[in-house]
């Protein structure tokens, strides 16, 4: 990465409020850079104050000696200087960590607006948990390192610009020195690049590895292959805790190199001066201790930098990110997170409902889409329609297409040909208009932590009454399950719905859907996870909604569809 793209990287990542922080930071790095200057002066007054050594007004404002010529006054200037010092470590230290939070709130509302607005196709955890955690937070603490690297910067260009104009001759001896480590310090970062570049890899690997495994425990302990995975994640982590010592090793390496280099020239500094004195011995002490700050900085500084070879490449792959975002999007993520409450989403009064007056009519004609980048149909001339208030269902092995044409339907892609309707709409504008009309089920139950009833009416804007949700469970044939809980409709589930079969969290997710009334309920893959006996019974829930709403049922199970007669079979002709 060029210096033109890092900066206007780093500027992207940072924003205004980071860049206010950051002018702030600069600021702050100049003062301590004064007050070093001023404490080096100091050190000589107090020698001379002490009667160490007689006055010298060489190289020193007469201001110094003017006003801190007395113990009393010497001593209120250290006092000031202390105070003063404290208060710009504080700034530049909070500049350096809110910066690093705005950079991460930034990353994360960015990402997960182009997630839930953007993306038209399934994220997998491997690779949310990658982005936040290893890319996303790695990026920001980078930032936390340039900033924290910044003030160190301005110490090493003033005080080495100070000591050059002091001795020319012992700053050239110790500069070049540090170039001589700059140099190694060079090569040992790229080294580190090398290894923070693995710890990416092995992360990915390591949740990819993790995710299987968890979702599939079971297949694992009847093929024995449990073992073979545990191994794997293992593998995984020594792989990254490997690549991460290696890193950090490097780094504390490369930030400790100049502090000794640093004892090194400064003997050298003292045995010059023994044999061929070009100052007097206080104006030697003050360059002596403008010398150990300036190494101290330098070794400050080069630790910093080493931080930073070793998230650069996270710091990269953020920047990268961010590029592929458009500028517009970018801009409608940030302020679409700005003041927002989850629970203010669904205030909107009833005149704003989305609500379609019939069940609609759906029509599929001659459907064709291809995935960008496959050189295959996933569907080719699909063709059906189901009148109002009817049912159709979408039906197939798996790998035939269904979840393309769900996915065609809810108007999440677009057909390559042909044409998808709802009610003479294309699908996307029929949600935009009436959205609160259409129920959905998946295969996965979607339940939270909370009552009964919190999570029937979730999602949903009309007013309900306990009559409506026992209505909805009736339906669904789970009203005299909760009727049989000494809470009801106050019986608290937890994320997982512990205690609850898998035929009832589903009747419960059948349910909440159909507590929102609707005129379009759609089924998807309802009863992959169900025994043969409460597929039946939820397709006899099913019958009775004829006539209420548009149906469409998707699933390779003959049972959950066995009342349909209007049928979309799909083969594997259609993915050819």
């Given amino acids: 990465m060029k210096l033109k793209g890092f900066v206007l990287g780093f500027f992207k990542l940072v924003g205004s409020r980071g860049l206010i922080w950051q002018s702030a930071n600069v600021f702050s790095g100049m003062v301590l850079t004064s007050l070093e200057v001023a404490l080096s002066i100091f050190l000589v007054l107090l020698l001379k104050v002490l009667n160490i050594s007689p006055a010298i007004n060489s190289g020193i404002p007469g201001f110094f000696y003017e006003n801190f010529s007395t113990p009393l006054s010497l001593g209120v200037g250290l006092v000031l200087i202390g105070i003063a010092r404290a208060f710009f470590q504080v700034v530049s230290s909070q500049s350096a960590r809110i910066t690093e939070e705005s950079v991460s709130l930034r990353l994360k509302s960015v990402y997960f607006y182009e997630v839930f607005h953007l993306r038209k196709s399934h994220v997998s955890m491997t690779e949310v948990n990658t982005r936040i955690h290893e890319v996303f937070g790695k990026a920001s603490g980078f930032c936390f390192a340039v900033s924290a690297t910044i003030p160190f910067i301005i110490q090493v ?211 064709n889409f291809t995935y960008q980048g496959s050189a295959h149909e996933a569907l080719r001339n699909a063709s059906a329609s189901v009148n109002s208030g009817d049912a159709i269902a979408i039906f197939g092995p798996s790998g035939s297409g269904k979840s393309t044409l769900l996915s065609l339907l809810l108007g999440i892609h677009e057909p390559t040909s042909g044409r998808v309707s709802i009610d003479g709409l294309m699908p996307d504008e029929y949600f935009k208009l ?80 159909l507590l929102r009334n609707p005129k379009l309920l759609i089924l998807d893959e309802i009863s992959a996870n169900l025994d043969v006996v409460t597929e039946s019974e939820i397709a006899e829930s099913i019958k009775g909604l004829h006539g209420r709403c548009t149906i469409v049922i998707v699933s390779h199970r003959e049972g959950i569809v066995k009342n349909i007669k209007n049928r979309l079979e799909l083969t594997f002709e259609y993915g050819k």
């Fill in 434 to 513: 009436y959205g609160d009309s259409v129920g959905y089920v998946g295969a996965e139950p979607f339940l939270m932590e909370g009552s009964l009833h919190e999570n029937l009416t979730y999602g949903n804007r009309l007013t309900v009454s306990d009559a409506d949700v026992f209505t909805s469970l009736k339906l669904a044939q789970l009203d005299t399950w909760v009727k049989g809980q000494s809470s009801g409709l106050s019986y608290m589930v937890n994320e997982g719905g512990d205690g609850m079969s898998m035929g009832q969290k589903q009747r419960l997710s059948l349910a909440r859907a």
């Fill in 157 to 367: 260009l003033f005080i080495g610009y100070l000591m050059i104009r002091f001795d020319a001759r012992g700053s050239i001896f110790g500069l070049l020195s540090i170039v001589i480590v700059g140099v190694f310090i060079k090569f040992l970062n790229s080294k580190i690049q090398h290894h923070s570049q693995n710890q990416i890899l092995s992360t990915e690997r390591f949740f990819r590895r993790v995710s299987r495994s968890v979702r599939n425990f079971y297949l694992l302990k009847v093929l024995r292959t449990d073992k073979i995975e545990y191994a794997g994640i293992i593998k995984s982590l020594k792989d990254y805790s490997k690549s991460s010592m290696r890193a950090l090793l490097l780094a504390s390496t490369s930030g400790s190199i100049p502090q000794i280099l640093g004892l090194l020239v400064v003997a050298g500094m003292i045995f010059m001066h023994v044999k061929s004195p070009r100052l007097s011995g206080l104006e030697f002490v003050s360059f002596l201790y403008l010398y150990i700050r300036f190494t101290q900085a330098c070794s400050s500084a080069a630790s910093s930098v080493s931080t930073l070879s070793v998230l650069f490449p996270q710091f990269k792959a953020a920047i990268n990110y961010l590029n592929s975002i458009s500028d517009q999007s970018f801009s409608l993520a940030l302020k679409s997170s700005m003041g927002i409450d989850p629970y203010d989403l669904f205030t909107l009064s009833r005149e704003h409902l989305a609500r379609a007056d019939a069940p609609p009519k759906i029509e599929f004609d001659k459907v």
